[in-house]
């Protein structure tokens, strides 16, 4: 199959994973399907690099104009209006069912709830306080190349817990793509995101690179570690958590050594 093929064979799993992740319309005709959406996930790393190449870009340029704090700021907002805040979302409400000792049915009632509680506010607004309070620490020509590692890993990492656990709802957002992942899903997921971190070799430290990823993997594990023992398994609350946990995480990582 030749690039061409190959391209417009992937396209339509790749517009659905935007369309999943993303509010973005992306002026392409592609016709969707069940078997697209179902094969969507091995590109969520691929969306995550077309989300962190928006966020770095506005940050490269707010950075022209403003303080490092601020130019973050802006990133911020212009990330959670291109995702509609849809992990953040799924964060808070794993806050808020995960945050008390309460059974499994409990748990899960308060996840599916719309409204947002004490943990939820309180989780939230740390993790994004942590997060801008990360990039802005960053040396700014560095900051760019690691939002697009981050958006890119992380949501590998939600890709690592569909293949490797049990989805535990009947219905719900991610029922549709829970099932039927398989090898192939993982080597895209990984191969993208491998891809969007080589460019930090060259605006940082290999260390720092290497710090992310144990960062990354540390937030992934403390998360995951978390609702699988009260849940044994994960919902779409769930991945969204992850995917914070693991971006943040790589940034932590990242911030030990890179900053000025």
């Known amino acids: 199959m030749d690039l061409k093929a190959c391209v417009r064979a992937e396209l339509p799993a790749f517009m659905s994973a935007v369309q999943f992740l993303t509010r973005l319309r992306l002026p392409v005709d592609v016709e969707f399907s069940p078997e697209a959406q179902a094969a969507s996930p091995r590109w969520y790393a691929g969306a995550g690099v077309l989300i962190g190449l928006i966020t770095g870009v506005l940050y490269w340029g707010a950075a022209l104009l403003f303080s490092p704090v601020m130019a973050v700021l802006i990133s911020t ?26 059974p499994k049915e409990r748990v899960l009632e308060i996840m599916r709830d719309s409204r947002i509680g004490t943990y939820g506010v309180l989780g939230l607004g740390v993790m994004l306080a942590g997060k801008v309070a990360a990039l802005a620490g960053m040396p700014v020509h560095a900051v760019p190349f690691v939002l697009i590692a981050g958006h890119a890993t992380s949501r590998a990492s939600m890709l690592w817990v569909m293949v490797s ?9 991610a029922s549709g793509v829970a099932s039927g992942l398989d090898q192939r899903a993982v080597v895209t997921g990984l191969v993208t ?15 720092s690179l290497l710090l992310g990823l144990a960062g990354l993997c540390a937030g992934h594990y403390a ?16 991945l969204g958590a992850v995917q914070q946990c693991s971006e943040i995480g790589l940034y932590l990582g990242v911030l030990v050594l890179a900053a000025p």
């Open 165 to 173: 656990s049990d989805y535990v709802r009947d219905q719900g957002a």
């Open 193 to 207: 995101a491998l891809a969007s971190v080589l460019p930090l070799l060259f605006v940082l430290p290999f260390l």
């Open 223 to 238: 998360m995951r570690r978390r609702f699988e023992a009260r849940l044994g398994g994960y919902t779409g609350d769930c």
């Open 77 to 102: 907002a212009a990330g959670l209006l291109v995702t509609g805040a849809l992990h953040e979302d799924g964060f808070a409400d794993a806050c808020d069912g995960l945050g008390g000792v309460r």
